[in-house]
Each structure stands twice: as C-alpha cells, then as structure tokens.
C-alpha cells in the first residue's frame, strides 16, 4: 500500500510538524508501507500525489494550512483518502472560540472567557478591559491566539510585580501579530493539567488518562519539546472517578465535534471539576508526544499505532475488542 506522509508546511508549528511527520514516515517503513514524503513550503502537492498515486495520505502537518480542513479539502476534491478528522471538525476544533462556545451549548465545562477583535483594540482603552476581566472573573488570566498550537500564541497573564495593563499589552502585541481575534480565558489555578487520547472513527476509545507535570509550573513550548522539562504521569493521580468521568467527557467531546481516526482533549482539573482547554485533531508524534506515550501505556506500539490510522483513514474501525478491558482501568 502507498502513503503520502505530508509534513512540515507554513505554520508557525512547522519545526514540530517535520519531527512528527519524520516519526510516522519511519514508522510506516518499518510497517512495510511504500512512503513518500511531501512538504507543502517546498513540493507542489499536487504534482506529487498525482505522480505519486497514495492510496491514502497521513496529514502530520501541525497548525494553520493542516488542522483548520484546509488540506482536508483539497484531499476531498482530489478524491483522497486521508488520516483524521474530516473538513468540518477540523475547522471547529482548530479554533479554540468556536470548539468552547460549541462545549457550553452541550453542558461541557470550559473555562470563562470573552473574546477582542484587533479592530477593536484600542491600546488607550487598556484600563476598560483590566475593568472588564475584573468584572468579569478577575485575575490571573491567558490570552490565546484561538488557533494556534503547541502551546504558541498564549501568554499568562499572573505576575503581580508587573502592572496587568503592561502585561495585557505585551500579549495583544504577540498575540495580534498572529491573529485578528484573541480569547482572554479564565486561568484555572491551582489546578493540574491532563490530557486523554481518543482513538476511532464510529466510535470513541479513550487512552489513560496521563497527567503532566512541569519543572517550571507551565506546559509552555519549552516545557512541551525539552527533554527533562516535563514529566508523564500515567494514569494521573487523580480518583477512579475523576478519571472515568474525564473519559467519558472526552469522548463525549469527539463526538459531539464529528472528530474521526484521532485526537487529543485536553483537561485543567481543579479539584475534582474539570475544565476542556482543547481538542487537537492532529496532536505530535514526536518522540515526546503525549498520544502515542498514552497508547503504549496499554501496549499499543508506535509502529501499531500509525498502522491503525491509516487503516481508519480507509474506513476501518479500531479494534475496541483488543483493548475494550483497558477503558476503566486507567
């Protein structure tokens, strides 16, 4: 069987994208797939996959231009299978206003927030909207580039040394150089950070629920892809509870979003509430990658895990009979 891995891409994501993409392809090798690696910034895509005539492409390319469907449909006119989510749940879930505002209307809990537009912003009016985020749910908060990933376009608003009006500033600054609109989101704290794969295409199957830890409190970019910096605790220590009603959320989410092959949701957990922060419906397969470290926690290998997906991408299902035992156990 042919696969086109499409990897590295535009995006600000793009280093993670060409780990990602590299991991997989390797993988797919050593699955006995006939691979082939194209990226966008370089390879005219279309040339190649007509030359090359995939019976379907793994999409590793991480960001804008990979998850928001743009690459999705263009696969669909060409009449290509692909690996993921399909053009519409991909569009959704990029965008991180859209995927919460959804999660409200279906009782799942985020985190509050409200949303500026650059043309809106006005540095002058600063002190209007400290007001309204004190009026609103107070201090700390994080404003967010809504659809970007790997931890970029976010900036914690949390240090009390330095004027809020500054930070704000800082962060409109950042955030509207990547971005015409921007969340500014309730920070969870203290709370801790999980995170719960899902795996199938029909039907939902959540991976263990893994907990992250941090040297430096955040699970910012560096923390993310340097080794030493983040820990992967799994399952998290959390009660059975706590942890099946995570499951159940998370795949309560994708399919709500119409999510399809594989994706990650992401959780801050207070307590014993839980907040969705994301859904990632291309999330890394680099060698740090939460999702693959999840599944070979109950025996999925990486080179299994690729050749699941590729087999959903061509409408097969994941064997839920294989690892049904493990949905509550972790």
Known sequence: MKVSVILGGNSTEREISLKSGTAIYNSLLRNDYEVKKIDPKYDDLYLELKSFRPDTVFIALHGLGGEDG?????????????TGSKVLSSSLCMNKIYTQTIMKTHNIPVPDFFTIKKKDYKKSEIKLIVKNIEDSFGFPVLVKAPSQGSTLGIYYI????????????????????????????????????????????????????LEITTVSGYYDYDAKYTKGMCEHIIPARL???????????????????????????????????????????IPGFTEMSLLPDAAAYIGITFDELTHYIIQMSLGKEFPFEKYEKYIHEN
């Open 70 to 82: 743009s690459i999705q449909g263009f696969l669909e006119q060409l009449n290509i299978p692909y």
């Open 158 to 209: 949390n240090n009390k040394e330095i004027p809020y009006e500054k930070q704000l500033e800082d962060a409109f600054r950042g955030g509207f150089n990547l971005e015409d609109e921007l969340m500014i989101e309730k920070m969870i704290t203290p709370s801790d950070e999980i995170t719960i794969g899902l795996l199938g295409n029909d039907r939902a199957f959540p991976l263990p629920t």
């Open 239 to 281: 009660p059975n509870t706590v942890r099946n009603r995570a499951k159940n959320l998370a795949v309560k989410i994708y399919e709500v979003l119409g999510c399809k092959g594989f994706a990650r949701a992401d959780f801050m957990v207070k307590g014993n509430e839980l907040y969705l922060i994301d859904i990632n419906t």
